[in-house]
Each structure stands twice: as structure tokens, then as C-alpha cells.
Nanobody, 115 residues
Framework: VQLQASGGGLVQTGGSLGLSCAAS????????MTWIRQAPGKEREFVAG???????AYGDSVKGRFTISRENAKNMVYLQMNSLKPEDTAVYYC??????????WGEGTQVTVSS
């Protein structure tokens, strides 16, 4: 499984940004997908996840501001980020877990929120 995240950039506080993650694999619809971020000097942080069935979960710091979605026909997962804060600055990674329990990570995309 190969994953490629895109859509990062520089945005002002209060702004919005949308991230995309393209995945390979013929059984993408069965993958559980996750967005994870890591800020400089900090540990990795769970941002949002979406199961194969469509149920979603969010980290406490992003609830109400971020929305994860997926488009199985295109092997895509998205993260819409609204009301961005400087503390959202991080490298954002998408990750996949296959039904067999294998985890795959893509290269991250940098999100910088200026104050």
C-alpha cells in the first residue's frame, strides 16, 4: 500500500486548509484510514480516523474543527481543517491499516499556521 498526502501549506490563524491522501490498493474500501500529525519536538498525535464502514473519530484538540472523509471509488481520504490555530502546525501523515492488520504510512505534508 502506498500513500501520498498533499494539500499542506501556510495559512493564517482562523483559516482553512484541506488535505488529501491518495492510496494504492484494490481493497482500499476495507482499510481503516488515519491522519496523524507531529509537531517539532513533540510526539505524534492522533488527529482523525475513519473506518472502512465510515465511522469517524477525532482527537480532542481538533473536534469540531476538522472533518475526515473518504471516497472509496477514488482511493482517497480527506481532512478538512477549519478554524486553524498555530498549535495545529505540524507535519500531517496519513496512515492505513489493512484488514490483515498491516500498517502503512505515507510521506507527510507540512501545515503551518501563522499567528
Amino acid at each position: 500500500v502506498q500513500l501520498q498526502a498533499s494539500g499542506g501549506g501556510l495559512v493564517q490563524t482562523g483559516g482553512s486548509l484541506g488535505l488529501s491522501c491518495a492510496a494504492s490498493g484494490r481493497t482500499f474500501s476495507r482499510y481503516n484510514m488515519t491522519w496523524i500529525r507531529q509537531a517539532p519536538g513533540k510526539e505524534r498525535e492522533f488527529v482523525a480516523g475513519i473506518r472502512s464502514g465510515g465511522s469517524t473519530a477525532y482527537g480532542d484538540s481538533v473536534k469540531g474543527r476538522f472533518t475526515i472523509s473518504r471516497e472509496n471509488a477514488k482511493n482517497m481520504v480527506y481532512l478538512q481543517m477549519n478554524s486553524l490555530k498555530p498549535e495545529d502546525t505540524a507535519v500531517y501523515y496519513c496512515a492505513a491499516r489493512t484488514p490483515g492488520g498491516m500498517d502503512y504510512w505515507g510521506e507527510g505534508t507540512q501545515v503551518t499556521v501563522s499567528s
